[in-house]
C-alpha cells in the first residue's frame, strides 16, 4: 500500500514460501505452491526444474572469462601469444549453445548494455580464424572447476575451438579445492572463472599487481594506474580498454544472465532487472 503506483499493482501482497533445501523448492514449483523463483540457471549446483515453465531473463554482472598466466617461463609471458589467443575464440557460439543463450557474448570487459561498450572495438577483438597463434611446443594446460557442468563444457569448447588453430590444449576439471590450489600455485596457463563485478566494471581484483582474483601473476605499474584512473573516474575509458586489450592479459568470454522462472501462462509482462524480480509490477498480467 506504501508503493506510489499501489492501485495499478495486481496483486496487494505476495507471499513468501520458506523452503529448506533445492528439492523441496522444486517440489514447491512444481506442485504451483510457488508461481515465481529467481535463479542461475547455468550455476553450480542449480536446481534442475521440470515441467512447464516459461524464462525472463535478465543482465547481470556475473563475467565469465579466461585467465593467462602471465609469469616468466610460461608460454602466456608472450603477448602476440595473448592476443592470438583472445582472437581465437568465438563467443557467440559459447554463449549461444554452451549457455544456451543465458549469456551475452563479450570481447570487452564490460556488459554490451554498458554505455562505454563499443561495437567496433569490440567486433575487432572477435574470432578471426586467419589469425594463427605463434607455433608452441607442447600443450597450454586449461583448468575449470568440474562442479559447475557449464563451465566445464565451456572450456572443452574453447579448447576445441584453439585446436582447430593449431594450439594444443590440455582441459583438467578439477574440484574446487584442487582447482583454487592449482591457481594459487601457478600450476596453469589458462584457466576458466566467473566473477561478479561491480556496477562500476571495477577490474582491480583480477588484474591489479596486488588483486585477490590476480592468479595469472600479471603486474604492470602501468595497469594498476591506468585501472585506479578509471576507478576515480579520472582516466579517459577509451585509453584504458585500449591498453586492457593490446596487453590481451586475460580474455573476456560473456557476461551471464540472471532468470526468473513462472509457472507457464500464469503471469506475463515481466521485465525482472539485477536485484529485482518485480521491477514494474504494474507492467505485469496475472491468469
Known sequence: PRHSGAAALPYAAIPLTAVSGADERIAAFDSGD????????????????????????????????????????????????????????????????????????????????????????????????????????????????????????????IADQLRAVGLGVEVRRLPWESYMEALENGDFDLYLAETILTADFDLRAILGTDGALNYGGWSSLITDQLLAELNASLGEPEVVYSHLMDQAVFIPICFKNGSVLTQWGRVSGLDPVREDPFYQMENWIIN
Open 34 to 157: 510457488v508461481t515465481l523463483v529467481e535463479t542461475d540457471l547455468m550455476g553450480t549446483n542449480t536446481p534442475a526444474y521440470s515441467g512447464n515453465y516459461e524464462v525472463w531473463d535478465y543482465p547481470s554482472l556475473g563475467l565469465v572469462y579466461l585467465g593467462l598466466n602471465t609469469r616468466e617461463g610460461r608460454p602466456c609471458v608472450s603477448d602476440g601469444l595473448r592476443r592470438g589467443l583472445a582472437k581465437s575464440i568465438d563467443r557467440e557460439s559459447i554463449a549461444d549453445t554452451v549457455f544456451a543463450g543465458h549469456a551475452v557474448p563479450t570481447a570487452l570487459p564490460l556488459h554490451p548494455n554498458s554505455p562505454r561498450w563499443s561495437k567496433e572495438v569490440n567486433d575487432a577483438w572477435r574470432q578471426n580464424t586467419l589469425l594463427m597463434p605463434e607455433a608452441l611446443s607442447g600443450e597450454l594446460v586449461l583448468l575449470v572447476n568440474s562442479e559447475n557442468s557449464t563451465k566445464a563444457a565451456a572450456a572443452q569448447h
